[in-house]
């Protein structure tokens, strides 16, 4: 039992090694592999977070006597990359006005827009007292050290609502994820498709496996350094195609995070005459499996949906995981079966004038997501009620 009469503190610690990985694990209770101390602690010790980076390790931390009862990951950000919640537009309204938008304070998952628990807790405490507690704490420290304003990004829906009473902006977008009715094999989720959807994923498998590319799951044990290694090649060259440089996470971190968590990982890997030419990476807790990088050294048709879309439906119908989160954008992936699913993020600037702005903005964009959504839906490929 804990004993209530025993005051709260709020703490903020430049690195998630200060804190016990035991207690934290505690609060873990979803086993969301991005919230985990594994993951948090192996982003700083590889480097990809950290003062040269643009994000520095903030993070939050309730404390009633010496027992750890609430933390949520946060971190000072000096730029926008690697949060998906797009506010440069903010920054430059900022930058007219003649104000710093930088440097501001987000509890988030570094590079990771998947929603998760942000406010990990002990279930034996009032979450809305523990984040009431938390907010004045975080207002304090924004006010009287320079920054902007405080940023949540991809909480939970019940995080959401337990904000409801917080003065922040709720933001919204939409993502598209799979969910499990209960399907015993991938041919019974064909099943629920269309006939002309059906044929097309059927047909799209079958062009993969026509041009003698062999696919093949790697969980657990089965992630050695050399699978690893493998990965770490298209993830970099996949990423210096795109965006010109060699991505937000190093060798290092992908060589920690397989040391310290493969049971919560899963590699697709792609061969050709021997050879791999593709591989994409997932994680995975008890009830969701979550898509996360991709890269190929061949134009192979339709190989990236077999890769990071179907070899992803047919592990999480094996392990019984509830839905497939592959990650952000991608209206390609209506008709495959993901359902377009609102995302969320909660904003607190302290310049009022900017929250009211802020506010107004927010209005008309959750507007324009909401016919969004109901018109991708018009788009799913599962066959009508009758």
Aim: glycine content about 4%; charged content about 25%.
């Amino acid at each position: 039992m804990l004993h209530t009469e025993t005051p709260l503190r709020v703490e903020f610690v430049a690195s998630i090694t200060s804190v016990d990985a035991g207690q934290w694990q505690l609060l873990n209770k979803e086993h969301h592999p991005f919230c985990s101390h594994e993951y948090l602690s192996a982003l700083e010790s590889s480097g990809c977070v950290g003062d040269d980076t643009g994000w520095k390790a903030d993070h939050a931390l309730i404390y009633r006597g010496e027992q750890l009862v609430a933390a949520m990951p946060s971190y000072l950000k000096y730029h926008s990359y690697g949060e998906y919640v797009f506010d440069w537009s903010w920054a430059q309204a900022y930058d007219r006005a003649g104000l710093n938008y930088y440097p501001k304070l987000i509890s988030a998952i570094p590079f990771t827009p998947v929603p998760g628990p942000r406010l990990l807790s002990d279930d034996r405490e009032d979450r809305k007292n523990l984040l009431a507690i938390l907010f004045e704490a975080i207002q304090y420290k924004v006010e009287n050290n320079g920054f902007s304003g405080w940023h949540l990004l991809f909480p939970q829906e019940d995080l959401v609502e337990a904000c409801a009473d917080l003065p922040v902006l709720k933001r919204e977008d939409i993502q598209f994820h799979w969910h499990n009715n209960n399907y015993q094999s991938f041919d019974d989720f064909l099943a629920s498709l269309r006939s002309a959807k059906r044929k097309q994923l059927r047909r799209e498998r079958r062009i993969v496996s026509d041009q003698d590319v062999k696919l093949k799951r790697f969980s657990d044990a089965d992630i050695n350094p050399e699978i690893i290694d493998t990965f770490y090649l298209f993830y970099r060259q996949t990423y210096l195609r795109r965006s010109g440089h060699s991505g937000y996470l190093t060798r290092e971190f992908f060589e920690t995070i397989a040391a310290t968590m493969a049971d919560q990982m899963m590699i697709v890997m792609a061969e050709k005459a021997g050879a791999v030419i593709a591989a994409s990476l997932f994680f995975f807790d008890r009830q969701q499996l979550y898509g996360r990088y991709w890269g190929s050294t061949e134009e192979i048709d339709c190989l990236h949906f077999e890769a990071c879309y179907y070899q992803g439906i047919e592990f999480a119908i094996e392990r019984n995981l509830l839905s497939f989160n592959p990650g952000t954008q991608g209206e390609h992936k209506l008709v495959r079966g993901f359902e377009p699913t609102k995302t969320h993020s909660l904003h607190w600037v302290k310049d009022p004038r900017f929250q009211a702005a802020l506010e107004d903005f927010m209005q008309h964009e959750r507007a324009h997501k909401n016919e969004y959504q109901n018109l991708a839906r018009d788009h799913l490929p599962f066959k009508r009620s009758s």
